[in-house]
Structure formats: structure tokens, C-alpha cells
């Protein structure tokens, strides 16, 4: 359940449709009763979204609160603002590095879309390529963020080995061989890791006895698209048990 923050600051902007308003990720801190935006959003709220002084927007700060305001040019005039909890269930997804940015890129936006708390980029033996820049990476996941509406912006790490120890975590592998998805979810309890190998597959014994196999599907799967199917039916599964 939502925890209303009553604030102060800013003005009632709990006008029109909200849905419809651009949502710009502003990052903490805040202070005071208007926030100041850099010249790059400055630039896409006026140029690309044809934003003039007095239009509502929404914002967030990824990190759990939300709120309601008015673009002013150089900032936003601040309104009622939402503190959202905490997921109770937190969604990993571990994935080795494709080789094509542009397939990286879209491993990164569906999953802030879908609202999935981490991506970590693995080490795996058979991986043939590196991360894309950390600085390339936030771009994209600032932009799912805005376009999704969504609250938390997703946290990107890595690479870590594919052995890395994940406690409080139960740990799933997509595995064409694995159990159904309906067997995985009814394993899931607290946390979820779910780990995708590289093209070609994980070495044999890379990964922990203990990790639970999941099949999405009877065929073998491009890289982005197993990991977009992990993200979609956790994701769509997540509830406090």
C-alpha cells in the first residue's frame, strides 16, 4: 500500500490527465520547493516534447518517490509527492553480455521497463564480449524509466563471476531442459536471481549445483530474448507471500 507524503511545497498539481504528462527522472536530493533541471532535459522537455513554461509533468527521483508539478524552463515547481515501498520480492537478472550494443541496449530498457530491480552483467567462460559503458547504460535505463513511468530507475552492475554467492536469493537458469516456468514461480520464495548464458551456453559445472533450471520455451533462444521473457513472467508474478 502507497504511503501518502503530505508536503508543502510546491502547488496543487493534481490537474488533467496524468497519465498523459511527460515523467522526467530528476535525481535526489531534493530541497526546497522547485528543482532545477540540467541543460540536456532542459532540452529534450522543450525541443523534443515541445514543453512550454506552466505544463504539468510528473517526476520521480528512481529511488521511490514520485510527484506531480509543473515545468518552468529551467525546473520543475514541485507538488504532492508519494513515497512508494519498497518491492517485497527484489527481481535479479544476471545475464552475460551480447555482442551487439544495439541487443545490450534493449536488455537494458525492457528490463527497467518491466520494473525488474537489477540487471548484473556475468563473466562467464564462453562470454565473447564486455558491458557497454556504464555512462551508455544509465542513458538507457533513464529513458525506459520516463517512458515507462516508472519509479525505481534499475540498478546495473557487474560483470561478476557466474559463480558469485547471491544469500537470501534463490537462483534460477534458463534452460530449455529445465522445469516450467508455473514448477520455477512455485520454488520462488524471497528474492529471485535469474541467470542467462552467453551465446553457446554456460561451461559445463560453471554454474552452482543449486540453481533451479527454467525453460521458456522448447527452442534455443537469442540472448535478449530469454532474458526478456525472465523479466516478463517474474515480473508479472512478483507478490508478498
Not at 33 to 57: C, F, I, N
Not at 126 to 140: L, T
Not at 179 to 202: D, H, K, T
Amino acid at each position: 500500500m502507497k504511503s501518502r507524503l503530505l508536503s508543502t511545497v510546491g502547488v496543487d498539481a493534481e490537474v488533467g490527465d496524468v497519465g498523459r504528462r511527460p515523467h522526467v527522472f530528476l535525481p535526489s536530493p531534493w530541497s526546497g520547493d522547485y528543482l532545477r533541471v540540467d541543460q540536456s532535459v532542459r532540452h529534450h522537455l522543450e525541443r523534443v516534447l515541445r514543453l512550454q513554461a506552466g505544463d504539468p509533468v510528473t517526476y520521480t527521483d528512481g529511488a521511490g518517490l514520485t510527484g506531480s508539478g509543473f515545468f518552468e524552463g529551467d525546473g520543475v515547481t514541485r507538488g504532492p509527492e508519494e513515497r512508494h515501498p519498497e518491492q517485497c520480492r527484489e527481481i535479479v537478472v544476471a545475464v552475460a553480455p551480447p555482442r551487439s550494443p544495439r541487443r545490450a541496449r534493449m536488455i537494458v530498457e525492457k528490463l527497467a521497463e518491466l520494473g525488474v530491480d537489477r540487471l548484473v552483467w556475468l563473466d562467464a567462460i564462453r562470454g565473447s564480449a564486455s558491458p557497454p559503458r556504464p555512462e551508455r547504460v544509465r542513458s538507457w535505463s533513464i529513458a525506459a524509466l520516463e517512458q515507462s513511468r516508472g519509479i525505481r530507475l534499475l540498478d546495473v552492475q557487474g560483470p561478476l563471476p557466474v559463480r558469485t554467492e547471491w544469500p537470501g536469493h534463490v537462483v534460477f537458469v534458463a534452460d530449455r531442459d529445465g522445469s516450467s516456468p508455473q514448477q520455477a514461480l512455485e520454488a520462488w520464495r524471497g528474492a529471485a536471481v535469474i541467470l542467462v548464458g552467453p551465446e553457446g551456453g554456460f561451461e559445463e559445472g560453471e554454474i552452482d549445483p543449486t540453481a533451479i533450471p527454467v525453460s521458456f520455451g522448447p527452442g534455443v533462444l537469442r540472448v535478449e530474448t530469454a532474458v526478456l521473457a525472465a523479466g516478463v513472467l517474474f515480473a508479472a508474478a512478483r507478490g508478498c507471500l
